[in-house]
């Protein structure tokens, strides 16, 4: 079995030795604080909206945790012990509260037990979770009326693909993947090789971009179909069960709003060891909930070919799914240009449907200019659908009518999907007691509702918005207010203008609120408090710059709380994340919460547990890379990227908080491959911080991030690009940190490693840290805990109390 062998420890390079192995450090006690620290639960609506949901969390998992055996298969990470994702979301607790606040009542989970999947069924009855233990997987039930708990089926379901259960019949029972009964072990490596791994191409092009965790031997394949293998089956809420269908690497299992019928998705060989499975070949088929196969839609061959360009799409079938407005009728999108964009067409996506008894042939819905993005189901004669061009950034909104023969869509929207100001939001959906998902609408069916960010000069300012059907237009029915920054979640009663808010100010922590619209007035449902106040006495605000060609930046600006303006200038900590537009209008907008008004918690991993060690923090500087018309943004990234930073090192100079000496850079992921880059190619900084980047374009040849074209049609600028190749000019110094398990698509470890063999090499300062069993996104206690310290003591050493004004020459 080829499971990841994972350290325990950490990994450091120290800056004189070279290589050591070193124990995990904890960061200063009010930062180890929030670490150990319950999260705030996470709430869920019943369908109905009578009762919420609250689903505790524990603290950060340990290091032996995320440390447990893993198999990488295929694109997808595998725990062989419960044959399931591993690292899944876990909750400790589940708790039921009622709407008017007069009931409370405890869900009697056993002690110790680790929940994933936690949700309501579709009739408000009942609430199910999947149990996680040492012997895998098993489905739970809870009664609303007791809170009493029961367990519905052995630790033998597989969650490979995910959530291994959904509700069918509005709560009557559930579709389950359970394990094959009949497996045997799983299979394993051979002492002695037979001969060597190969693989062979033709003259076709497959350009796929940099994915991790591929299959790589027939091993991997015997293991792939060992661990996605299951058998579906349906279990009824006395715990019995009836097996549905045979047997197959299933990826999806749908039922239908009637509940007579499954849509049923799996893949099977030939595999790929170049792309995830996602892209292998998929059969797509209609069964009868006996199991009979009825009609199949589709059979997909391999999609190793897809193009690179972002609007590229696989040829056949894709997003498909039941119409949830309607008892049984199969619906998906399919590309009309053959799925690449580079083909000149007047239409590139058509919308099909097939009702039961699928015999017949598929109907046309619509067909659209661009790509489908988004549907959303009403009724039989309201849907609601977005397409979507990203080289243009163009997006348009229709209004359908699914049952109208020969009707034609009605434009709702069209807009640049970069402009937040006119972002129309999100429409309200709701489930209804047999599960389905439809656009609420109002009792007379003439309005449908929307919410959303409510981006604007000022900041987001989230709403909700009344969409008059018969017109198209809209109407602002509440806006979140100063000082308060609230946000909906769902609408609880449209006709009632009842609205389940959260809402948070700078001293509240974030809580539910039932609002009413019409009385204007809300009631707070939950009392959360922060177990762990992280950030008391911080002070901050949005500041606005321009940059030398005319671009408006903004940026948070937070002070720590011993910042005492008479005292002098600070030590300041730029933490950005450069993102791709193609208007400089679009680039100039303001994001982030009006006048501050939100509750500052710093996240586990957040570079904000820096205020409390003295540093100002300058916080999403915007770093705009544009290309407008024909030209591509990162045809200019380097000059865009020093000029952004120079203007925002220039305006907290101006504000008298910075000492242009004592400024450091720091960034995540591509925010890590920025830093990289502004040291190479400025000395605006006196130090940087760089997590988990990707310094070598040739190692992504593919395309990354929102660059498009291939190393072979943009050679200089994926050299241009790649702080690799400018290691040499890297004259400050720079902390280098990286999961040695990291799953992202193109930040492989080696990425830093060799930075850092490469700034050793020409002689620079640079430390690298490499985080045993750490993914993009690190998680465990001792991990966080040893990156807040190595943060800590590298601001310390180069910009703080440690650190002399005099640049390196």
Request: net charge neutral.
């Amino acid at each position: 079995m080829r499971i990841s062998q994972l350290i325990l420890g950490i990994l450091v390079f120290a800056p004189n030795a070279g290589f050591a192995q070193g124990q995990y450090r904890d960061p200063p006690p009010d930062i180890k604080r929030v670490l150990d620290a319950p999260l705030t639960p996470i709430v869920r609506v019943s369908p109905g909206g009578q009762w919420l949901l609250l689903i505790e969390r524990p603290s950060l998992p340990s290091i032996s945790e995320v440390a447990a055996p893993e198999l990488r298969l295929a694109g997808v990470r595998i725990n062989p012990r419960s044959n399931g994702l591993s690292r899944v979301a876990i909750a400790n607790g589940l708790s039921l509260r009622s709407m008017d606040g007069r009931t409370e009542r405890r869900i009697k989970v056993p002690s110790g037990a680790r929940l994933g999947y936690p949700g309501w069924s579709p009739d408000g009855m009942h609430v199910s979770w999947v149990a996680e233990d040492s012997r895998g997987l098993s489905l739970w039930v809870a009664d609303l009326a007791t809170g009493d708990a029961r367990r519905l089926t052995d630790p033998v379901l597989n969650g490979a693909v995910g959530d291994p259960c959904s509700w069918v019949g509005g709560g009557r029972a559930l579709l389950c993947r359970f394990v094959v009964a009949s497996r045997a072990i799983p299979p394993s490596a051979v002492d002695v090789p037979t001969g060597p791994i190969t693989q062979e191409s033709d003259s076709r092009a497959a350009p796929n971009r940099t994915y991790q965790d591929l299959l790589h031997s027939p091993l991997d394949e015997a293991l792939f179909d060992y661990y996605w293998n299951s058998q579906l089956s349906i279990v009824q809420l006395d715990g019995t069960n009836r097996p549905v269908g045979p047997a197959g690497n299933y990826t999806s299992a749908q039922v239908s709003p009637d509940g007579q019928h499954i849509l049923v998705g799996s893949v099977h060989r030939p595999y790929s060891y170049l792309v995830p499975y996602e892209r292998f070949p998929k059969r797509l088929a209609v069964w009868d909930v006996g199991g009979r196969m009825l009609k199949e839609i589709a059979d997909h061959p391999l999609q190793e070919e897809v193009p690179p360009d972002f609007d590229a799409v696989p040829t056949g079938p894709r997003m498909y799914g039941w119409r949830q407005d309607a008892p049984a009728t199969v619906f998906w999108v399919e590309a009309m240009d053959g799925g690449d964009p580079s083909r000149a067409a007047p239409k590139r996506d058509r919308v099909q449907m097939l009702p039961a008894p699928f015999s017949g042939a598929a109907v046309t819905l619509a067909e659209l200019e661009t790509r489908v993005t988004e549907i959303a189901w009403g009724r039989a004669d309201l849907a609601i659908l977005t397409e979507g061009w990203w080289k243009t950034r163009r997006s348009r909104t229709w209004l359908l009518d699914p049952d109208g023969s020969g009707s034609r869509p009605r434009l709702l929207f069209d807009r640049s999907s970069e402009d937040r100001y006119a972002d129309p939001g999100e429409v309200v959906l709701h489930e209804t007691s047999a599960g389905a998902e439809l656009i609420l609408t109002s009792r007379d069916g003439r309005r449908a509702f929307l919410t959303g960010a409510g981006a604007s000069p000022e900041g987001d300012r989230p709403f909700v918005d009344e969409l008059t059907l018969g017109t198209g237009a809209t109407r602002r029915i509440w806006r979140s207010t100063g000082p308060f920054f609230e946000a909906p979640v769902t609408i609880v009663d449209a006709d009632r203008s009842l609205v389940l808010t959260r809402r948070e100010s700078v001293n509240d922590v974030p809580n539910y609120y039932l609002r009413d619209l019409i009385r204007q007035r809300s009631v707070r449902l939950t009392d959360f408090q922060d177990p762990a106040p992280g950030l008391s006495g911080v002070t901050k605000r949005i500041i606005t710059y321009p940059r030398n060609d005319g671009v408006q930046l903004s940026a948070t600006l937070y002070l720590p709380p011993t910042y005492d303006s008479t005292k002098g200038r600070i030590p300041v900590l730029l933490w950005a994340y450069p993102q791709e537009f193609k208007t400089a209008q679009a680039a100039a907008q303001v994001s982030g919460s009006p006048f501050q008004f939100r509750f500052d918690r710093s996240g586990w991993l957040s570079h904000l547990f820096m205020l409390q060690e003295g540093y100002a923090v300058l916080d999403d500087p915007k770093m705009p890379i544009i290309g407008e018309g024909n030209r591509q943004p990162n045809d200019t990234y380097i000059q865009q990227l020093v000029a952004s930073a120079e203007a925002a090192v220039n305006k907290v100079v101006e504000l008298g908080i910075a000492d242009r000496d004592r400024v450091a850079i720091g960034g995540h992921s591509y925010g890590a491959f920025m830093t990289a880059n502004l040291l190479a190619h400025s000395r605006l900084f006196r130090a940087g911080i760089a997590r988990s980047g990707a310094y070598n374009r040739t190692l992504t040849p593919f395309g990354f991030q929102a660059e498009e074209r291939t190393f072979w049609q943009a050679r200089d600028i994926y050299t241009q690009m790649s702080p690799f190749t400018y290691a040499d000019q890297i004259k400050d110094p720079i902390l280098l940190i990286h999961g040695m398990a990291d799953d992202n698509s193109g930040t492989f470890p080696i990425q830093s490693e060799r930075l850092y063999a490469a700034l050793k090499g020409t002689g620079a300062k640079a430390r690298l840290v490499m985080l045993p069993a750490e993914r993009h996104g690190y998680t465990a206690r001792e991990s966080i805990g040893h990156v807040m310290w190595e943060m800590g003591t590298w601001l310390d050493k180069y910009i703080g109390s440690a650190a002399t004004k005099t640049m390196t020459p």
